[in-house]
């Protein structure tokens, strides 16, 4: 039997040193960010905490969570901004581009050069939907600790000629997480 989202994160973070997460909140939790202005690569989660919702849910604490606060990562999702205002969104697939991105945790690279592709990740990633922009890495997943800074840089390309590309992009981190648990200590 393979270990829980629950067990790989209580296990990472007990080699980490982090004995009190045990005792934390469980919980699912999302992360995104979103940049309104067109661009070829952006740099997601840092200076998150100067863009106000609904371009970011990161909030004054920035892209580190509090102590006794992480995320274990199941699944990284890309999306499109329909306006500067960043109220309303799309997939990937409207705009036919796909994304080359790489996940950064306390400055070392944990996903470098991954693809999401515009429709055709079903070759490589089963999330169940062909016009999907997310990869699932349930089973796997990836542990974003408390007060460790991470980000995400992805660069756009066209979907069917590779060529790099320019557009609005947004990108959130989806998973299991512990949240601060006041019950014994106030």
Same mark, same amino acid.
């Given at each position: 039997?393979?270990?829980?989202?629950? !067990?790989?994160?209580?296990?990472?973070?007990?080699? #980490?040193?982090?004995?009190?997460?045990? !005792?934390?909140?469980?919980?699912?939790?999302?992360?995104?960010? /979103?940049?309104?202005?067109?661009?070829?690569?952006?740099? *997601?989660?840092? @200076?998150?905490?100067?863009?106000?919702?609904?371009?970011?849910?990161?909030?004054?604490?920035?892209?580190?969570?509090?102590?006794?606060?992480?995320?274990?990562?199941?699944?990284?999702?890309?999306?499109?901004?329909?306006?500067?205002? @960043? %109220?309303? +969104?799309?997939? #990937?697939?409207? /705009?036919?581009?796909?994304?080359? *991105?790489?996940?950064?945790?306390?400055?070392?690279?944990?996903?470098?050069?991954?693809?999401?592709?515009?429709?055709?990740? $079903?070759? *490589?990633?089963?999330? &169940?939907?062909?016009? /999907? /922009?997310? %990869?699932?890495?349930?089973?796997? &997943?990836? #542990?974003?600790?408390? $007060?460790?800074? +991470?980000?995400?840089?992805?660069?756009?390309? &066209?979907?069917? !000629?590779?060529?790099? @590309?320019?557009?609005? #992009?947004?990108?959130?981190?989806? @998973?299991?997480?512990?949240?601060?648990?006041?019950?014994?200590?106030?």
């Amino acid at each position: 039997m393979g270990m829980s989202a629950q !067990d790989k994160m209580l296990n990472v973070a007990s080699r #980490l040193g982090l004995t009190t997460l045990k !005792d934390m909140q469980g919980t699912t939790r999302m992360v995104y960010d /979103s940049q309104t202005t067109a661009a070829g690569t952006h740099t *997601f989660f840092k @200076g998150a905490s100067q863009r106000a919702f609904p371009l970011s849910n990161i909030g004054a604490n920035g892209n580190q969570f509090q102590v006794n606060e992480a995320l274990l990562v199941e699944k990284i999702g890309f999306f499109v901004p329909s306006a500067a205002d @960043g %109220i309303a +969104y799309a997939g #990937l697939q409207p /705009s036919d581009i796909s994304i080359k *991105f790489d996940l950064v945790i306390g400055n070392k690279t944990v996903m470098k050069d991954v693809t999401c592709e515009l429709g055709g990740e $079903q070759a *490589f990633y089963n999330d &169940g939907t062909v016009a /999907s /922009s997310v %990869i699932d890495l349930e089973g796997v &997943g990836i #542990l974003i600790p408390p $007060q460790v800074e +991470y980000y995400v840089v992805a660069k756009v390309f &066209g979907a069917t !000629d590779r060529v790099a @590309g320019s557009t609005r #992009l947004g990108c959130y981190l989806f @998973g299991t997480g512990a949240l601060l648990n006041f019950n014994t200590t106030i």
